[in-house]
């Protein structure tokens, strides 16, 4: 759920992608990795971060793309439109 919960922060609202606005993809990757998903921050693979990565970008309103951006190529694109 992109929208949140009681317990964790919505990924897909207007709240979430004004925090994000204009900071790098770079930045939104490395804070998943560091702190999801809750109480096991970091156990995914990157492959599996780069999924999320996608489907929290598509959730908010960027066009689907190739699910297999590599993390060091998203220092170069800003979140927002």
């Known amino acids: 759920n992109m929208r949140g919960t009681a317990g964790t922060p919505a990924l897909a609202d207007p709240g979430f992608r004004l925090a994000w606005q204009g900071r790098r993809l770079s930045e939104l990757f490395e804070c998943m990795k560091t702190t999801m998903p809750p109480g096991r921050t970091g156990a995914l693979s990157d492959a599996d971060y780069v999924h ?4 929290i970008l598509e959730a908010n309103g960027f066009a689907p793309g190739s699910k297999t951006v590599l993390p060091e190529k998203l220092e170069a694109i800003a979140f927002g439109h």
């Open 52 to 55: 999320l990565h996608a489907a």
